[in-house]
C-alpha cells in the first residue's frame, strides 16, 4: 500500500491490485447512457484523468452508473461509483445524507466523494476495498440521441 494525498485526502492505496482489477474483461451496461459516458471518459479534462490515475482506476469501467436526464445547460447528470484496494486514512467520508463541501471534493465537472458503506462493489476485488462515489455534468458525445 501506497501513501497518497488527493485532493482533502489522504489514502492508502493498493495501486498494483486496482490496476490489475480494471484490466479485467469487466461486464459493463451496453444502454446508449453508459456508452455516452464511456465515449466521454476519452475526452475528459486531464486533471479529471490524474485522479483517476492516481487510484488505478480505468475511468471508462465504473461499478455502478446511473444518469439522471438533461439540464438546461444541455450538460446530463450522471452519479456512480469506483472501487479501489485501499482505505481512507485522513478526511471524511461522504454519505447520501452528508454529501457537501466538507465530505466531498470538486473539480471541473465532477464532484468526488468517498463513502464508508460499500454498495456495488465487485467481488473481485482485494481487500481492503474503498468506494470512490462520484457526481459528474457529461454532454451527450454520441451521435446517436436517447429518446427522452
Ligand atoms: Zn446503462
Redesign the pocket.
Known amino acids: 500500500m501506497k501513501k497518497i494525498h488527493l485532493m482533502k485526502w489522504v489514502l492508502e492505496v493498493d495501486l498494483q491490485q486496482t490496476k490489475e482489477f480494471y484490466l479485467k474483461d469487466l461486464e459493463m ?1 451496453s ?1 446508449l ?2 456508452e455516452n459516458y464511456m465515449e466521454a471518459c476519452r475526452q475528459m479534462d486531464s486533471s479529471i484523468k490524474l485522479v483517476f490515475t492516481m487510484l488505478g482506476i480505468t475511468p471508462s469501467k465504473p461499478s455502478h ?1 446511473s444518469e439522471f436526464g438533461e439540464n438546461e445547460d444541455g450538460l446530463r447528470l450522471y452519479i456512480g461509483s469506483y472501487h479501489v484496494v485501499g482505505k481512507l486514512v485522513e478526511g471524511e467520508y461522504c454519505r447520501d445524507s452528508e454529501w457537501n463541501d466538507t465530505t466531498t471534493a470538486r473539480m471541473k465537472n465532477f464532484t468526488f466523494g468517498f463513502k464508508k458503506e460499500l454498495l456495488f462493489a465487485p467481488n473481485e476485488l482485494k481487500t481492503p476495498v474503498l468506494q470512490l462515489d462520484f457526481e459528474a455534468r457529461i454532454p451527450w458525445v454520441l451521435n446517436e440521441k436517447p429518446e427522452d
Open positions: 451496461c444502454c447512457y453508459c452508473l
